[in-house]
């Protein structure tokens, strides 16, 4: 089993920053990609980033050139830098794990983060 653990969410003003952390402890020898998804009031969850061990990353449209994300797979940790942030921004954020980049981006890794809210002011 794997066990993911976000931190760094909060309240902050349109055009401000934040940036999220995620911890993968367990049986991380099956884990080459992490990632995170988001899900607003009403909407599906969708793909936010995500990342392999390589150099393969993956934005949704919206937040490429404002959303970095970055990690240390010595330290089975990923990291969202978000800039820019926008009112639609807002959501909760989930930590995903997969096997592989393609499998994460597609249909979400197996294991979830306990998610952590992120809102943008107008």
């Known amino acids: 089993q794997v066990q993911l653990v976000e931190s760094g969410g909060g309240l902050v003003q349109t055009g401000g920053s934040l940036r999220l952390s995620c911890a993968a402890s367990?049986?991380?020898?099956?884990?080459?990609?992490m990632g995170w998804y988001r899900q607003a009031p009403g909407k599906q969850r969708e793909l936010v980033a995500g990342?392999?061990?390589?150099?393969?990353?993956n934005y949704r449209d919206s937040v490429r050139g404002r959303f970095t994300i970055s990690g240390d797979s010595a330290k089975n940790m990923v990291y969202l830098q978000m800039d820019s942030l926008k009112p639609e921004d807002t959501a909760v954020y989930y930590c995903?794990?997969?096997?592989?980049?393609?499998?994460?981006?597609?249909?979400?890794?197996?294991?979830w983060g306990q998610g952590i809210q992120v809102t943008v002011s107008s």
């Open positions: 995903n794990a997969d096997r592989s980049l393609w499998e994460l981006a597609t249909r979400g890794g197996p294991y």
């Open positions: 367990g049986s991380t020898g099956s884990i080459h990609a």
């Open positions: 990342m392999d061990w390589g150099i393969s990353t």
